[in-house]
């Protein structure tokens, strides 16, 4: 029984050496590869309820985000994609609730909210009027 890595897990490299035998290195994959800030997938949309409309007085925005980012590089993808400076982040992370249907056990998606505040004088127009 022969046990294989899955894809994502490690890239092969193959080199030659001076004797001219290949010597295959396993790298581990880069770990923002996938989630950098020219990548828009960070930022899923912004969260339009109540209180995020009065949080936007203030200037604080809710959006969800990816799950697997961290406030970095949402900030990072923030300024990038609304050309505003973000003082800080603020994250929080939905756990999924477990749920029936018809009688067939469920889970719903864990999902992550990140709240910025941007600095004092600037705002995005995001929410409604």
Same mark, same amino acid.
């Given at each position: 029984?022969?046990?294989?890595? &899955?894809? $994502?897990?490690? !890239?092969? @490299? ?5 004797? +001219? *035998?290949?010597?295959?290195?396993? /790298? ?8 950098? &800030?020219? $990548?828009?997938? !960070?930022? @899923? ?5 109540? +209180? *995020?409309?009065?949080?936007?007085? /203030? ?10 980012? $961290? ?59």
């Amino acid at each position: 029984m022969s046990y294989k890595l &899955p894809v $994502n897990m490690a !890239i092969a @490299k193959k080199s030659k050496t001076e004797d +001219k *035998a290949v010597v295959v290195k396993k /790298t581990a994959a880069k770990k923002g590869a996938l989630r950098n &800030p020219a $990548n828009e997938f !960070i930022i @899923k949309h912004p969260l339009i309820t109540e +209180k *995020a409309y009065h949080m936007s007085a /203030t200037g604080q925005y809710v959006f969800v985000v990816d799950k697997h980012t $961290n406030k970095s590089e949402i900030a990072k993808a923030i300024k990038k994609i609304y050309n505003v400076d973000p003082i800080s982040v603020n994250t929080v992370t939905i756990r999924g609730e477990r749920q029936k249907y018809r009688g067939v056990a469920g889970k719903k998606t864990t999902t992550k909210k990140a709240i910025v505040t941007l600095k004092k004088g600037q705002k995005l127009d995001i929410m409604p009027s």
